[in-house]
């Protein structure tokens, strides 16, 4: 049995999913901080997190808690919100959070001023610091099914310390010293998934589906060196892996805005209310990549910038990426 004392700040899926696997292994209580009252009433009353898993019975081990001064005391900190709450987050709560915690994000996006959520929080605060990023579903986790995850990480005893945690348990390590790298292809997947969406509903082809496919690999890879990450972190769980899931497979939020893009379905008021990862990046990335570069270089995601923030309808999108590989 595990020792240490693990905190989650957030409530959601994936933090419930690994917070459920590890609290099996793990003598303390894991506690999930959460602002959802109805949450931490369905966790702590029935062992069930009836807003995401209703039907499964969660580890007795998990305590959910709206007291963020569980912070104090934890070895083990995942930041399980949203990309756009992580850093305010810690800046806010700052001084409750234990200065030897390892601090591990789990959110995919940017932070402030266009820098990855790790690059901000080295930043923010001295912490110790690593990311968990892969193929990773939700409901698979919380059903033990094996799952492959990168840990990105730059400090010896924060990658043997979550090395430790995740020992026989379904979760199953690779790791990678490019912490940028694996946040930088953690946003970059969700731009390329919403193109896929985009080009199945368009075309029902799966000759066109891994052409595009492969086009879109290859620009992510030029992107992430751009950027300062290094080529072969693609082949970890966080870059090959991660984009098939997110691109390929119906259950993904950014892959089924494309499709729904593709079908017409998606108009420009509702894309503005989603607000999903995908779309906030292109803008983010398209910008970067303006100061420095020409945008024609990168055809896939200009293209898309078309499509969000120039009205350019799916068909012109199509053939322009097809005319351009």
């Known amino acids: 049995m595990n020792s240490m004392k693990v905190s989650f700040v957030g409530s959601g899926s994936i933090a419930t ?10 003598i303390n209580p894991v506690h999930l901080i959460s602002i959802e009252k109805d949450v ?89 610091l690593a990311t968990l990023k892969g193929p990773t579903f939700a409901r698979d986790v919380i059903n033990n099914f094996h799952t492959g995850i990168t840990l990105g990480t730059n400090d010896e005893l924060a990658k043997r310390t979550i090395t430790e945690l995740f020992k026989g348990t379904c979760i199953h390590l690779d790791y990678s010293t490019d912490i940028l790298g694996v946040e930088l292809i953690s946003i970059l997947k969700n731009i390329y998934a919403i193109v896929m969406g985009i080009v199945d509903a368009h075309y029902n082809s799966p000759n066109l589906r891994f052409m595009v496919l492969t086009n879109a690999f290859q620009e992510m890879r030029s992107i992430l060196k751009q950027f300062g990450g290094k080529e072969e972190t693609l082949f970890n769980y966080c870059g090959f892996g991660d984009f098939g899931l997110t691109a390929l497979n119906d259950l993904s939020r950014n892959r089924t805005m494309g499709l729904l893009i593709g079908k017409g379905f998606l108009t420009k008021d509702i894309s503005d209310k989603i607000l999903l990862e995908g779309r906030v990046a292109v803008n983010v990335f398209c910008k970067e990549i303006s100061k420095k570069y020409s945008l024609e270089s990168y055809h896939i995601i200009s293209e898309l ?13 199509v053939n322009a990426i097809l005319n351009n590989r």
């Not at 900190?77 to 390892?102: G, Q």
């Not at 078309?306 to 999108?317: A, P």
Request: hydrophobic residues 40%; aromatic residues 8%; proline residues 3%.
């Open 40 to 128: 931490i009433d369905s966790i702590n009353s029935s062992h069930r997190n009836k807003k995401y898993f209703p039907f499964i019975l969660l580890n007795h081990n998990i305590k959910a808690t709206a007291d963020i001064s569980a912070l104090k005391n934890s070895d083990l900190i995942f930041l399980a919100l949203p990309s756009t709450e992580v850093i305010n987050y810690v800046r806010k709560n700052k001084k409750l959070i234990n200065s030897n915690a390892i601090l591990i994000n789990l959110a995919k996006g940017f932070g402030d001023e266009h820098r990855t959520i790790i690059e901000c929080l080295e930043k923010t605060c001295s912490n110790p």
């Open 305 to 317: 910038y078309n499509v969000f923030y120039k009205n350019q309808n799916v068909t012109s999108f």
């Open 17 to 26: 999913a690994i917070a459920n696997t590890i609290s099996q292994k793990m």
